[in-house]
């Protein structure tokens, strides 16, 4: 089957009907992919920051290996309690909503109404569209939180997230190390596999988000390459100023 066949064959009325009761997994990827681009740079941050301080291997590892860890924790901190900020929000909108329809039903309804309304429909149409919301309160409130509020109803799951983005971070951010990991080579060349390692983890993330996404793999490939490769070159600008205004004390 082509592409249009296979097109077709999704929009037949038993295909919809299935795709819209199956529940809603909601993808972690922009978890995974911020953290991993982070952790790469962060980790190349200390490589070069290490390297403009001439320190030897043993330290570079040391420094590398602890920003993983502790970096890599506050980022999945940070994601688990914005994710879980963004539900409790949701969650308090929804009682609040419960407790506006269980008192103000009629302004409830005016409110589906109006939205309905901006929508296009009218007349027996859109008095049938209240009838039919307001008759199932799950329906109702679903309704305003995402019409109204403009909220998710469902969302990500905190730990989920925050384990996405810690695991990237890890992952993605131990590439800048392994030149370093390696015996029996010069600084300076451990520095150079470490640049050319840092920009196929970034490449490659930029495949992956396009292979997931379905978007043109050469495009993402190179968008995240020059993103995160920006990041990296002020990275190494910021290691070498600093080395040099230390040394003048």
Not at 2 to 17: G, M, S, V, W
Not at 36 to 54: H, K, Q, R
Not at 180 to 190: C, D, E, I, K, V
């Amino acid at each position: 089957m082509n592409d249009f066949d296979n097109l077709e064959a999704e929009h037949h009325p038993q295909k919809i009907r299935l795709r819209l009761a199956a529940p809603r997994n909601h993808g972690y990827l922009g978890d995974a992919v911020f953290g991993a681009i982070d952790g790469c740079v962060t980790t190349f941050a200390v490589v070069a920051s290490a390297m403009g301080a001439n320190l030897s291997v043993p330290i570079v590892i040391i420094l590398g290996f602890a920003n993983l860890i502790a970096d890599g924790f506050s980022m999945a901190v940070s994601n688990f309690l914005g994710t879980k900020s963004e539900r409790e929000r949701v969650d308090q909108a929804r009682e609040a909503e419960q407790q506006h329809i269980a008192r103000f039903p009629e302004g409830e309804r005016e409110e589906i109404r109006q939205i309905f309304a901006r929508k296009g429909f009218n007349g027996e149409i859109l008095e049938k569209i209240v009838q039919v919301i307001s008759t199932d309160q799950q329906l109702w409130v679903n309704t305003m939180l995402s019409e109204e509020l403009g909220l998710q109803v469902t969302g990500r799951k905190p730990l989920r997230a925050a384990l996405a983005t810690f695991m990237a971070f890890v992952v993605v951010g131990l590439i800048p190390l392994i030149s370093f990991l390696l015996p029996g080579m010069s600084m300076a060349t451990r520095f150079g596999l470490s640049i050319g390692f840092t920009a196929v983890a970034f490449a490659g993330v930029g495949l992956v988000k396009a292979y997931v996404l379905d978007r043109p793999l050469l495009r993402s490939g190179i968008e995240t390459l020059l993103t995160g490769g920006a990041a990296a070159t002020l990275a190494y600008v910021v290691g070498v100023l600093l080395r040099n205004i230390v040394g003048v004390f």
